[in-house]
């Protein structure tokens, strides 16, 4: 339940930037490509905090955290770059 709750997380955290970008002047009139390469190395740092959580106060090994880690990472960042890549076909 926890790993749902925070690839949940992950996709609040997408969409917050999603609707933010547009509105943020540095993004250059390009908001989509900008939220997700906002968001691709803020999600890692995410992901990597939830793997220190998992193993120093869970108890959990590296090992048993690793594939929790790509899981709860990659979910959210394959529909990141899912939504970068339709909407780049959808602007040509």
Known sequence: MHTIKVIGIGFALLGILLVLAPRLSISA???I???VKLFLPL???GALINLW???AR???TVMEEAPI?????GVPAIAS???LWLTSRIAR
């Open 29 to 31: 009139g390009r908001p």
């Open 33 to 35: 490509p900008f939220a």
């Open 43 to 45: 999600w890692f740092a």
């Open 53 to 55: 959580i998992g193993i």
């Open 58 to 60: 869970a108890g959990y």
């Open 69 to 73: 880690f790509l899981i709860v990472f």
């Open 81 to 83: 770059l899912l939504i």
